[in-house]
């Protein structure tokens, strides 16, 4: 009769098996796939590209103590072990710092309609996107990756990170003017697309807090241009005043409070600023026309700041 570890290597030979034989190896195969899914699990929510090359020799060790049960245990589940271990060529390639890491940003302000289109651009990245994503659900951010790696993966990280960020923001809300996580995101949606200039998010929050608590519309053009274009392209030219009489939920001249959903996928700090917004009691403002934005308390001050917006662009 053979010994343990030489059936052992029968198990995972071409030798004939019996039936007893290839219901060991399902049993195996099994084991291999919770431990695949480990993996993936870590390398998802963990950006590998950053990880020291000891903490992830660190876990390879853990996963095969745990897989064999210590050193201690018969070589029947030692060369289970092995076996498991040997099949993951990916954490061996990454331990040996052999593997190329590539990088997609998806950048701030984007709706998610462009995102999946940057995503699905990707040449290095496998598969068709199967998951779905609502507006304002992908973290804007520069995701790590290997090559092989699933389009679906980065949507997947993506939609996480949104959920911990916006988690985390919800926590810090003492506004009671927003309700729920879905208006914090709509709001913080509205500032990313308004200002571009980090010094200005937290007034531009204000001014849009400030609006909600004493029931003015909020009479933001952001939210005219994704009612005219659904989020699915770029209008490729100004409004006009005539937009501003557009019928949607989302057209914030026409209609009072937030939308009914976000307009764009908002940066961490777009996110943050909603919930920190400034002391100030601005109520209007303006571009100033040389990329950032002027604000005021009262409508005959921004009226006199729109005519100074006006003279910069006819010195243009």
């Known amino acids: ?19 007893q034989d290839h219901a060991l190896l399902l049993l195996l195969g099994g084991v291999e796939k919770v431990y695949a899914f480990l993996l993936n699990m870590w390398v998802s929510f963990y950006d590998i590209g950053h990880l020291h090359r000891h903490r992830l020799d660190a876990y390879t060790l853990s996963i095969g103590n745990i897989t064999a049960g210590g050193t201690g245990k018969t070589p029947l589940v030692r060369y289970m ?71 679906d993966s980065i949507v997947r990280r993506a939609r996480l990170a949104m959920e911990k960020t916006l988690e985390e923001a919800w ?92 307009i764009c996928n908002p940066g961490r700090e777009a996110i943050f600023a909603a919930v920190h917004p400034s002391d100030a009691d601005y109520l209007y403002f303006v571009a100033s026309g040389t990329g950032g934005h002027r604000f005021a308390r009262s409508l005959k001050e921004h009226n006199r700041n729109v005519s100074l917006y006006k003279k910069a662009m006819k010195k243009k």
């Not at 007034?203 to 807090?209: H, L, Q």
Request: no cysteine; proline share 7%; charged share 30%.
């Open 1 to 19: 009769m053979r010994n343990i570890e030489s059936y052992a290597r029968h198990l995972f030979s071409d030798e004939p098996k019996s039936l």
């Open 81 to 151: 072990a092995q076996y498991l271990l040997a099949q993951g060529e990916r954490v061996a390639i990454i331990s040996r710092g052999e593997v190329h890491y590539r990088r997609l940003t998806l950048p701030e302000g984007l709706t998610t309609a462009r995102m999946l289109e940057l995503i699905r651009a990707e040449p290095n990245l496998a598969g068709e996107i199967t998951i779905a994503a609502e507006e304002g659900e992908l973290l804007p951010e520069t995701y790590s990756y290997v090559k092989g790696d699933s389009r």
């Open 171 to 262: 926590r810090q809300n003492r506004r009671k003017v927003l309700k729920n996580r879905r208006q914090l995101l709509t709001l913080a949606s509205i500032i990313e697309k308004e200002t571009g200039v980090p010094e200005e998010r937290a007034d531009v929050a204000a001014v849009f807090i400030n609006r909600l608590e004493t029931g003015m519309k909020l009479q933001t053009d952001p939210t005219v241009i994704y009612a005219l274009t659904k989020g699915k392209k770029d209008p490729g030219r100004p409004l006009y005043r005539k937009d501003l009489s557009v019928e949607s939920p989302y057209n914030t001249y026409k209609y009072y409070g937030l939308p009914p959903g976000p």
